[in-house]
Structure formats: structure tokens, C-alpha cells
């Protein structure tokens, strides 16, 4: 059973309905209005390991990507991060890589000021289970629903880097240290796109985290929104290092590779200029790389020729 199969038919829509829930199950994170000047926006993730990371890696790295990963659900929103909670589950309580977890955690914690209000600590295999709250005004969140025939494609950042990292901890043989080192950390340290996602509150009209692999997850953006996507592999923003990395595999590293932790967006062709000119103030780059049309299905192409994506994503079940 794949987890979207397994959410929809023991969890999604099971629970009471309330007239406060914006936005449930299904998005990015939930939205509740319970007040006429703000949005709640929620979300929940768990990181475990040998799941979402290798046993082995800095426990700095992992304190980072358990609040990361959170923050970019809510980035995915337009929302403004505020308070977190954290459920941890070691194996041992070791001081020196609790020391350096919450190092990393607060670290990111503190640049986006985002309070730890609570949570929990549990013996077990090692996991960080982090749920945070944010806000937004009324209506202001890009939900995944909202892409329409001829907006944009867009997407932040350099897919593909991530993953290449990922394979770089194990096997770095004639790999630049240089290069290792920029998709090492990429893969360890993502950097959750909050400006830039709040930045687009009033531009896209659809928008999520890549976290799956960005061709399963523009699939996700479509099927919610009941469109389909027409895209240009060639448009891809492949990074040089993740080029000098894996060569001719640099393509499939960016469509299903995982754990980018970029924005895709949908935007509409009249949005443009303003997108460049708000975009131009981002350390991060971000590039159009299709359109949005009727027909259901993601279809790529490169070079004026069919891209068929390989079925290798990653998958937790
Ligand atoms: P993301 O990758 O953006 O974190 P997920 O794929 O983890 O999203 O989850 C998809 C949707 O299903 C989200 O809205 C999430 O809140 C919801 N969800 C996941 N697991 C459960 C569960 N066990 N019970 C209820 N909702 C869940
Ligand atoms: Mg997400």
C-alpha cells in the first residue's frame, strides 16, 4: 500500500468535519480560522532513520533537517513560522550528540523565530517527529489546487543537488572536494524557502515543497489542482556541481531524485515581471521550467524529444 493510499482510506475524512478547517488533509500543512485577523497554518513531519537519513550522519545535520523540513511545508503555504513542538526518540540519551542536535535545530530555529513550545522524548529508534504553527492572513495560502491552464511553472533552487549528496556520502571516488562538499550540504543542510514562500503569497496560484522528487511531486501539484503540465527538461537549473557530480544523470537526479526541499509554483503569464522583480532580491534563483494545460498527465521533453522519467522515486512504503 503506497502512503497517499493509506492516508485516504484509514485517516483523511474520518474526522469530525468543523467549519474552522480551512484546509485539511491532503495539502502541505492544514489551515484553521478561528480568529478574523489570521490564518493558523499546521504541519507535521518525521524524519527517522534509515528512512529519511542514513545512520551516521552529524547529528547537527540531523537536528537541521527535522526542523527544516517543516518549515518548508509551511513555506509551501505563504506562511510565517512561530511556534514548533519536537517528539524525539533515541536509542541512548548520548550528551555530545544532544548537544550538537539541538545546536543545529536552534541554529535554524533562531534565523526563522521559530519558539520550541513542547513536545516529547521517547527511548526508541532514532526519529524527530516536529509539528510547527504559523500564520498567514485570511485566504493568503497557496494551497496545491490552484493551477490553472497557462500559468507557469516555476521552481527554486537546484533539484537534484540533494540526492547527489546523498549518493556522495557513500561513494565520493573521483569527485572534486570541492563538489562534494556543496551537495553534501545540500543533502545534510536543506534550506527551507520561507521568504521566498511567503514572497509568493499574492503571485502563485498553487504551490508545494519538493521533497519526493520534483516530477512526482508536480504530479501531486496537478492532480490536486485537476490539470496537467507540459515541461522542458532543457529549462532544468542543473547546478555545475551537481553536473561535474553524476554527468548524464544530472537530468534524472532533478526529476526524481528527493529531498530538494525547493518550491514548485504555478504562476500566471500576467505575474511574470513581478515574480523577476520581487525574485531579485533571492539568493536563490528560480526558473520556469513549463505550463500548466488541460490535459491530465506530466509530460517532459528535452531537446524536442519525449523524457520518459524512469519510475525510480523515492518511496516510504
Ligand atoms: P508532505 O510531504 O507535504 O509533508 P505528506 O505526503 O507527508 O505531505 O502527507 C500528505 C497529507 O496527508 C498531509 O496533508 C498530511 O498532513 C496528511 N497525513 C499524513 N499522514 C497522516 C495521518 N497518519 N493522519 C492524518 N493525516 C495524515
Ligand atoms: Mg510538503
Known amino acids: 500500500m503506497d502512503e497517499r493510499t493509506l492516508i485516504s482510506t484509514y485517516f483523511a475524512g474520518r474526522s469530525t468535519g468543523r467549519s474552522d478547517v480551512v484546509l485539511g488533509i491532503g495539502d ?17 513531519d518525521t524524519i527517522a532513520e534509515g528512512t529519511h537519513f542514513p545512520a551516521g550522519i552529524p547529528a547537527r545535520a540531523v537536528g ?13 503555504m505563504a506562511a510565517e513560522p512561530l511556534w514548533c513542538s519536537l517528539a524525539l526518540s533515541l536509542p541512548a540519551a548520548d550528551p555530545m550528540w544532544l548537544e550538537e542536535f539541538a545546536a543545529g535545530f536552534f541554529a535554524l530555529a533562531d534565523r526563522f523565530g521559530t519558539a520550541l513550545i513542547g513536545g516529547d522524548t521517547v527511548r526508541g529508534p532514532l526519529s524527530a517527529t516536529v509539528t510547527v504553527q504559523g500564520r498567514v492572513r485570511p485566504g493568503a495560502a497557496v494551497p496545491r489546487t490552484g493551477a490553472r491552464a497557462g500559468d507557469g511553472i516555476w521552481v527554486t533552487g537546484n533539484p537534484g543537488d540533494a540526492v547527489a549528496g546523498r549518493y556522495l556520502l557513500d561513494a565520493a571516488a573521483g569527485v572534486p572536494e570541492s563538489v562534494r562538499a556543496t551537495l553534501l550540504q545540500r543533502f545534510l543542510y536543506p534550506e527551507p524557502r520561507v521568504r521566498e514562500g511567503r514572497a509568493l503569497a499574492a503571485l502563485a496560484t498553487a504551490m508545494l515543497d519538493v521533497s519526493d522528487g520534483l516530477h ?8 490536486a489542482s485537476g490539470s496537467g503540465a507540459e515541461l522542458d527538461a532543457g529549462l532544468l537549473p542543473l ?18 531524485g528527493g529531498d530538494d526541499y525547493e518550491l514548485c509554483f504555478t504562476a500566471p503569464a500576467q505575474a511574470t515581471a513581478r515574480l523577476q522583480e520581487v525574485a531579485a532580491a533571492w539568493t536563490v534563483p528560480v526558473t520556469r521550467i513549463g505550463t500548466v494545460v488541460r490535459e ?15 519510475g525510480s522515486t523515492f518511496r516510504h512504503f
Not at 28 to 44: H, N, Q
Not at 239 to 256: G, K, N, P
Open 28 to 44: 502541505d500543512a492544514a489551515v484553521l480560522r478561528f480568529e478574523p485577523d489570521w490564518d493558523l497554518v499546521v504541519a507535521t
Open 64 to 76: 537541521h533537517r527535522a526542523l527544516a523540513v517543516n518549515l518548508s511545508d509551511l513555506a509551501a
Open 216 to 223: 512526482d511531486d508536480i504530479g501531486k501539484l496537478m492532480t
Open 239 to 256: 547546478s555545475a556541481e551537481l553536473r561535474a557530480a553524476v554527468a548524464e544523470r544530472a537530468i534524472e537526479c532533478a526529476l526524481t
Open 296 to 310: 491530465p498527465g506530466i509530460r517532459w521533453q528535452h531537446a524536442g524529444r519525449v523524457l520518459t522519467v524512469p
